[in-house]
């Protein structure tokens, strides 16, 4: 697939590591719909890519009916579809057993269900819509790629509501891959490392030092643009299917 060709919808568009993809794709003369919740983002986003390239639409990614309507609409505006990026994700750091209390269910039902039922509920409502496409190179009819992170093989203490809900989106990727074949549509993940996004900017100086001397190599914090350029290969490399991929400087997390 050549970047000019791609019409994508990319959850958590507005900010971080799905606008730095969006930014991408359309540097390379791609269309985008930005899907998120944070509307007060969002015109400065589809400014900043420009009107007939991106366009905004207001999702909640655990809402089954309301991501299959959106993903319709999106088609609609952008002409088609074949390319699906999920990037939505919260943290929901805390402790299985907290100083005053354990974790709320809550909190860790929340947790999974945006990163991993989110995700799973973008996938099968694009897949669903790609599958009538007609087949370009390699009979392909669209890529689905999804974000895990590192916390998926080496969680710290205080994640496992994130680690789980991040290894779930792993673990899923190669069952989903290979029952994709059928309509040719691939589905790859990434997991990356510790990145400079905009949670990582309310932290202190000397935090973000602290980060970015915690990588092997190159030893600074990953960068949002680096992100993107893996996904945008990934959606031009046809033979990229079925597995996980790090990006994350050889870092691996200790436990705390």
């Known amino acids: 697939m050549k970047l000019n060709d791609v019409k994508a919808v990319i959850t958590g568009g507005v900010s ?48 089954e009916a309301d991501v299959a309507n959106v993903l319709d609409q999106a088609r609609e505006w952008l002409g088609g579809l074949n390319v699906a990026i999920s990037c939505a994700g ?9 100083r005053e209390a354990p974790m709320a269910l809550d909190q860790f039902s929340k947790t999974v269900m945006v990163n991993l039922v989110g995700s799973f509920n973008v996938a099968k409502a694009a897949a669903n819509l790609m ?64 990145f400079h996004t ?11 030092q602290a980060l970015g001397e915690s990588i092997p190599f190159p030893k ?16 031009e490399n046809s033979y990229f299917n079925g597995t996980t991929i790090r990006l994350d400087g050889a870092v691996r997390l200790e436990p705390k």
């Open 90 to 98: 919260i943290l929901g750091a805390g402790r299985v057993l907290g």
């Open 220 to 235: 600074r914090l990953g960068k949002p643009e680096e992100f993107a350029s893996l996904a945008a290969h990934i959606a």
């Open 131 to 194: 599958q009538h496409n007609e087949p370009g190179d390699d009979n392909e009819r669209g890529v689905i790629i999804n974000t895990a992170s590192v916390a998926a093989f080496e969680g710290q203490i205080g994640q496992a509501a994130y680690s789980a809900s991040k290894g779930g989106v792993v673990g899923m990727t190669l069952p989903m891959a290979r029952e994709f074949t059928r309509i040719g549509v691939r589905v790859m993940t990434i997991a990356p490392g510790i």
């Open 16 to 63: 971080g590591l799905g606008l730095a993809v969006a930014e991408g794709f359309v540097a390379g003369g791609g269309k985008v719909a930005l899907l998120d919740v944070n509307e007060d983002k969002a015109a400065d986003a589809v400014e900043k890519l420009g009107q007939d390239s991106a366009r905004f639409f207001r999702v909640d990614v655990t809402s």
């Open 198 to 208: 905009p949670m990582v900017d309310t932290m202190p100086e000397n935090v973000q």
